[in-house]
């Protein structure tokens, strides 16, 4: 697992032809992380903000999501949990947790914090 710590001055996304000038004039708040195979299939990279640990999750169908990484229930580093579809399941105490929403799965209850992450040209960005 990869870690990267992502600030004001290493953030920006780059300039490039590739991205739509005008989606990047209109919104600032995203940032390009890595390239999509920076991430292993099914796993995890984490990136430091200013906000706290956040994982990038990459399932099998080459989806990608972002999480704060930590578990809603002891706060376990999902990062390190086993990803399968679109969940993952926490290394501490096997708590499963949505990719997409955070969500602890019945019968547990609780959520962590999920973040609006896409794919683009092949490269990762994440909103913050």
Request: charged share 25%; proline share 5%.
């Amino acid at each position: 697992m990869r870690t990267e710590t992502v600030t004001p001055a290493n953030a920006g996304v780059q300039s490039s032809q590739s991205l739509d000038s005008d989606f990047r004039r209109n919104d600032d708040r995203w940032k390009r992380i890595c390239a999509l195979t920076d991430i292993p299939r099914l796993g995890a990279r984490v990136v430091n903000t200013e906000g706290g640990d956040v994982a990038i999750f990459r399932n099998a169908a080459d989806e990608v999501f972002a999480l704060h990484d930590s578990c809603p229930h002891k706060g376990g580093p999902l990062s390190q949990g086993i990803v399968f579809g679109r969940h993952v399941s926490c290394p501490l105490h096997q708590w499963i947790v949505c990719l997409e929403t955070g969500r602890a799965q019945e019968p547990d209850e609780g959520c962590t914090r999920s973040f609006a992450v896409k794919v683009e040209q092949g490269q990762v960005f994440l909103r913050m």
